[in-house]
């Protein structure tokens, strides 16, 4: 099972990216958690201790390793690079590790005015195309508020695209600015994954502004996730009912696409 998931900073993303990594962890499965969102704090979410979360070494400031395999430095611009670069080892060389979890960070940008970014995402995407298209582990893509890390072949092999939604104007017009852009690359399993329900006219507001979206949860509005947050602990399992609702969206993936 391959699952990217993306929406408005702030709506929750991460929190359940991260629940989808320990139930599957879990049930036993080799899991891969990508943490593409520049906030990058699905580690902490997950439960990785501080230990193995301070060995994180971001894939985006590995400069000698991406000047390396793409044969240009970063930031440096112009010239020519490798559009193909080596990626296959980067899991194992700078991946950290918790129960059944592999966590790979690929960090922020660089500011404007640095230079070229071209050879960092090549670099970068070409490690997601690796692990979509080559590997049989689980996939969990923690990613920003864009798609830019899927390639067009790449993005048509991701089983399940979720965007995360509140009951907000700013996060439903999120949503659709995202399918715009999923669009364009073929992505065809788009869900929605509507967070912080209060009531059913939260429910009613989500149907009536995304009726043309497939629906598949609504996960309540949980005051235990913020003080797990505050105390930087990981929602799971402790926020049981939004667990139980990631679980049943989980369960339903797993059917739609026949695995387990």
Do not use: W
Not at 153 to 169: N, R
Not at 245 to 255: A, H, R, S
């Amino acid at each position: 099972m391959k699952i990217a998931v993306t929406g408005k900073g702030g709506v929750g993303k991460t929190t359940i990216a991260a629940i989808f990594a320990r139930l599957y962890s879990q049930q036993g499965d080799t899991v891969l958690a990508i943490d593409a969102d520049p906030d990058a704090n699905l580690a902490s979410a997950i439960g990785f201790p501080e230990a193995e979360i301070s060995k994180i070494q971001p894939l985006c400031s590995l400069t000698s390793v991406i000047e390396e395999r793409t044969g240009a430095r970063p930031g440096a611009g112009g010239g020519f690079f490798k559009i193909n670069p080596k990626v296959d080892d980067l899991v194992e060389r700078f991946g950290i590790k918790f129960e059944n979890i592999l966590l790979l960070s690929i960090g922020k940008p660089k500011p404007g005015g640095t230079g070229c970014y071209c050879p960092e995402n090549v670099f970068i995407k070409s490690l997601v195309t690796h692990q979509v298209l080559q590997k049989d582990e689980i996939l969990i893509l923690d990613m920003e508020a864009g798609i830019e890390h899927l390639g067009r072949g790449t993005a048509k092999e991701v089983d399940a695209f979720l965007i995360v939604v509140e009951p907000g104007k700013r996060s439903l017009q999120t949503a659709q600015d995202i399918r715009s852009l999923a669009a364009d690359l073929g992505i065809v399993h788009i869900f929605i994954v509507a967070n912080k329900i209060l009531s059913e006219e939260d429910k009613n507001f989500i149907k009536r502004n995304l009726s043309e979206f497939d629906v598949i949860g609504y996960l309540p509005f949980d005051r235990s996730l913020i003080e797990a947050d505050a105390r930087g602990a990981s929602p799971f399992p402790s926020c049981e009912e939004v667990v139980r609702q990631v679980e049943q969206i989980k369960q339903t993936l797993d059917k739609k696409y026949h695995k387990s």
